[in-house]
């Protein structure tokens, strides 16, 4: 008859197993054995932290770890399977000071957190050397001068220099120089100003950079445009007064006329001026789908006609309004055309549209009879 259970054989049989492995003086692998003969699970303690032995509960007693107090701290690793039962306090009180004549300590605040402290020779006191335990000082005056200036140190093997690539001293006193500040991409920031041995780097926001991607705009290149008026550069004459052109050919037809008219003697073909040469070359210059004028003039207009306003190369004929063709003065008092400001012509001075007298019905009656 099967008096136990399967759960009870179970719980018996690791029993059994327990107590024939404390008799026999060995735990299996994480765990060790106590003064009490028991089996204590062990664990791993990491610098900053302190352990207790067999902290555990009543049913399940083990090693464990604890944070160590402020102002203390255990700068060891311990493996509680390798202590002799043996409790001790690691966590010791933080001591942060050299306690040397002419020393410092470098890493004040990370001492504070638990590091090792560094003690270095106090050059901002004029101590120098690379043994913190025999740093010596400076006396010699033209140096400590020296080392007064911006940009200037006192170094550990008793000499000045200025300050290495990095690095900066503003004040004219004893202190050393001290790194720029970080223009770190990873912040997104960027150097806008490099710093020197007498300045500090300035920073900017990277974000201010124009990206590389960016398209400044700019007038188009074949044409400058001020004031809202377009002017033709180079190669590109434009449109010189195409709207004048049938007016000015009809005015010199009319006048043509009109001195046949009253001098029929006067010879034209010895003295005749190409006035048409002008508004050729103007014709040839527009476009090929503006219309062009190539009529071809009569060679019979006097030699009073000739002016030096005609006769230079490249000189343009002065423009015409169609009112104007109706009120020109009489050939005598031709004088260089010129344009005013509406566009009209101006002969001797003055306006023709003002001018009135005889000839002025002369010369309509004249061109009513083509």
């Known amino acids: 008859m099967n008096l136990l259970s399967p759960v009870m054989r179970l719980i018996v049989s690791s029993m059994l197993i327990q107590l024939v492995l404390q008799m026999?003086?060995?735990?299996?692998?994480?765990?060790?054995?106590?003064?009490?003969?028991?089996?204590?699970?062990?664990?791993?303690?990491?610098?900053?932290?302190?352990?207790?032995?067999?902290?555990?509960?009543?049913?399940?007693p083990k090693d464990t770890c604890y944070k160590c107090p402020n102002g203390t701290y255990n700068r060891d690793k311990i493996d509680t399977a390798k202590l002799d039962n043996i409790q001790l306090d690691v966590c010791a009180p933080i001591d942060c000071s050299c306690g040397h004549d002419g020393t410092i300590i470098k890493n004040d605040d990370s001492c504070e957190k638990?590091?090792?402290?560094?003690?270095?020779?106090?050059?901002?006191?004029?101590f120098y050397g690379w043994d913190p335990l025999a740093c010596q000082r400076m006396e010699d005056q033209s140096l400590i001068s020296r080392i007064k200036r911006p940009g200037n140190e006192l170094t550990n093997s008793g000499e000045v220099q200025r300050c290495r690539k990095g690095y900066f001293k503003t004040s004219g006193d004893l202190s050393i120089c001290k790194p720029h500040t970080s223009c770190?991409?990873?912040?997104?920031?960027?150097?806008?100003?490099?710093?020197?041995?007498?300045?500090?780097?300035?920073?900017?926001n990277a974000t201010n950079v124009p990206s590389s991607m960016e398209i400044t705009s700019y007038p188009?290149?074949?044409?400058?445009?001020?004031?809202?008026?377009?002017?033709?550069?180079?190669?590109?004459?434009?449109?010189?007064f195409p709207e004048h052109i049938p007016c000015l050919q009809s005015l010199i037809e009319k006048i043509r006329h009109l001195l046949r008219r009253n001098e029929p003697d006067t010879p034209g073909d010895e003295h005749f001026i190409q006035i048409y040469e002008d508004i050729?070359?103007?014709?040839?210059?527009?476009?090929?789908?503006?219309?062009?004028?190539?009529?071809?003039?009569?060679?019979?207009?006097?030699?009073?006609?000739?002016?030096?306003?005609?006769?230079?190369?490249?000189?343009?004929?002065?423009?015409?309004?169609?009112?104007?063709?109706?009120?020109?003065?009489h050939p005598s008092n031709l004088a260089s055309p010129s344009e005013d400001d509406c566009g009209e012509l101006i002969v001797s001075g003055q306006r023709a549209r003002d001018v009135d007298g005889p000839f002025s019905e002369q010369l309509d009656s004249g061109l009513g009879e083509q």
């Open 24 to 60: 026999c003086g060995a735990c299996q692998a994480g765990f060790r054995e106590s003064r009490e003969g028991k089996c204590l699970e062990t664990t791993i303690c990491y610098p900053g932290e302190g352990y207790r032995l067999g902290d555990g509960s009543m049913t399940n």
């Open 114 to 126: 638990g590091e090792e402290k560094i003690c270095v020779c106090d050059r901002e006191h004029l």
């Open 184 to 204: 770190a991409a990873e912040a997104g920031l960027r150097v806008k100003v490099e710093g020197t041995a007498t300045s500090d780097a300035v920073c900017d």
């Open 220 to 240: 188009p290149i074949d044409e400058i445009v001020t004031n809202n008026v377009t002017h033709p550069t180079e190669g590109n004459y434009g449109n010189r």
């Open 280 to 329: 050729n070359e103007v014709d040839q210059s527009q476009p090929n789908d503006e219309l062009t004028y190539s009529s071809e003039p009569s060679s019979d207009l006097p030699s009073y006609v000739r002016n030096d306003a005609f006769s230079r190369p490249g000189t343009l004929v002065a423009p015409m309004m169609p009112e104007s063709i109706n009120s020109v003065t």
